[in-house]
C-alpha cells in the first residue's frame, strides 16, 4: 500500500516524467507524425526512375542508333525564339529546365514535350454587370496584357494557363469595383488598374504567368442614370 501511494506521490509530483516521454516517443516512432510522414513521402517522390524506366530508355536509344539516320527526323526539334519546350520522360519532368529557343533532342516513345509561346497576350475582358457601394448597376470592362514567366510552373501547376488567367481576371474586376462608388469608378481608373494587376499577380504566380498591364477600356451606367446626370449638370 505504501508503494501505490509513494507511486502516485511521484507522478502527481512529476518524477514520472521521463517515462511518459519515453512511452510518448514510442508512441509517436509507432504511428509516425505527420512531420515525419510527410517526409517520408518527400523522400519518395524524389527517387529516381525505376529500373523499367532505364530498361525502356535505354532500348529507345539503341533503336535510334540502329535506325541512323533516320531517326534524327524524330530525335531532332526546333522551338523559335519566343518559345520554350516543356519536356516529360516517361512521366516525369525532366532536369534543366524548359529547353530552347534552337535545336534540342528528345528520345521517341520515351520523352513527350509541350511548347509555350512567351510572347506578351492581350485579353479584353468582357463588360461585367457589378453593382457598386453606393447601389448603381454599370457595366465595366477591361483589357489585361500578360505573358509566361515560367514554362514549368505553367505546364506543370494548371491545366490551362490562359484560360484560368482570363476567368481570374474578370473575377478580379468585379471584386474590385463591387467595393467602389460610382464616382470613384469614373474618377480612379489608375488606381483600380494598379490594384487589379497587383491582385492579378499575386494569383497568377503559382501558375507561372506575370500580368504586365490591366487597364480599365470602359464604364457604362444606365441611361436613365445618363439623364439624370446630365440633366444635373
Given at each position: 500500500m505504501t508503494n501505490h501511494l509513494s507511486i502516485i506521490k511521484d507522478y502527481s509530483e512529476g518524477s514520472l516524467t521521463p517515462l511518459t516521454q519515453d512511452f510518448e516517443y514510442r508512441e509517436n516512432?509507432?504511428?509516425?507524425?505527420?512531420?515525419?510522414?510527410q517526409s517520408h513521402d518527400e523522400v519518395q517522390c524524389e527517387e529516381g526512375p525505376g529500373v523499367c524506366a532505364l530498361a525502356l530508355t535505354i532500348f529507345?536509344?539503341?533503336?535510334?542508333?540502329?535506325?541512323?539516320?533516320?531517326?534524327?527526323?524524330?530525335v531532332v526539334k526546333v522551338v523559335q525564339e519566343y518559345e520554350r519546350a516543356?519536356?516529360?520522360?516517361?512521366?516525369?519532368?525532366?532536369?534543366?529546365?524548359?529547353?530552347?529557343p534552337g535545336v534540342f533532342?528528345?528520345?521517341?516513345?520515351?520523352?513527350?514535350?509541350?511548347?509555350?509561346?512567351?510572347?506578351?497576350?492581350t485579353f479584353e475582358i468582357p463588360p461585367q454587370e457589378i453593382?457598386?457601394?453606393?447601389?448603381?448597376?454599370?457595366?465595366?470592362?477591361?483589357?489585361?496584357?500578360?505573358?509566361?514567366?515560367?514554362?514549368?510552373?505553367?505546364?506543370a501547376n494548371v491545366d490551362d494557363y490562359s484560360g484560368s488567367a482570363r476567368l481570374l481576371a474578370a473575377t478580379t474586376l468585379r471584386n474590385v469595383l463591387?467595393?467602389?462608388?460610382?464616382?470613384?469608378?469614373?474618377?480612379?481608373?489608375?488606381?483600380?488598374?494598379?490594384?487589379?494587376?497587383?491582385?492579378?499577380?499575386?494569383?497568377?504566380?503559382?501558375?507561372?504567368?506575370?500580368v504586365e498591364r490591366v487597364e480599365v477600356k470602359d464604364v457604362r451606367v444606365p441611361e436613365q442614370l445618363q439623364r439624370a446626370m446630365a440633366a444635373e449638370a
Amino acid at each position: 500500500m505504501t508503494n501505490h501511494l509513494s507511486i502516485i506521490k511521484d507522478y502527481s509530483e512529476g518524477s514520472l516524467t521521463p517515462l511518459t516521454q519515453d512511452f510518448e516517443y514510442r508512441e509517436n516512432h509507432k504511428m509516425g507524425s505527420p512531420k515525419d510522414n510527410q517526409s517520408h513521402d518527400e523522400v519518395q517522390c524524389e527517387e529516381g526512375p525505376g529500373v523499367c524506366a532505364l530498361a525502356l530508355t535505354i532500348f529507345s536509344l539503341f533503336l535510334i542508333i540502329v535506325t541512323l539516320p533516320l531517326s534524327l527526323f524524330f530525335v531532332v526539334k526546333v522551338v523559335q525564339e519566343y518559345e520554350r519546350a516543356v519536356i516529360f520522360r516517361l512521366g516525369r519532368l525532366l532536369t534543366g529546365g524548359a529547353r530552347g529557343p534552337g535545336v534540342f533532342f528528345v528520345i521517341p516513345c520515351v520523352d513527350v514535350y509541350e511548347k509555350i509561346d512567351m510572347r506578351s497576350q492581350t485579353f479584353e475582358i468582357p463588360p461585367q454587370e457589378i453593382l457598386t457601394k453606393d447601389s448603381v448597376t454599370v457595366f465595366v470592362n477591361a483589357i489585361m496584357y500578360y505573358k509566361v514567366a515560367n514554362a514549368i510552373h505553367a505546364v506543370a501547376n494548371v491545366d490551362d494557363y490562359s484560360g484560368s488567367a482570363r476567368l481570374l481576371a474578370a473575377t478580379t474586376l468585379r471584386n474590385v469595383l463591387g467595393t467602389l462608388t460610382l464616382g470613384d469608378i469614373l474618377c480612379q481608373r489608375e488606381s483600380i488598374a494598379k490594384e487589379m494587376k497587383e491582385t492579378l499577380d499575386e494569383g497568377t504566380e503559382p501558375w507561372g504567368v506575370m500580368v504586365e498591364r490591366v487597364e480599365v477600356k470602359d464604364v457604362r451606367v444606365p441611361e436613365q442614370l445618363q439623364r439624370a446626370m446630365a440633366a444635373e449638370a
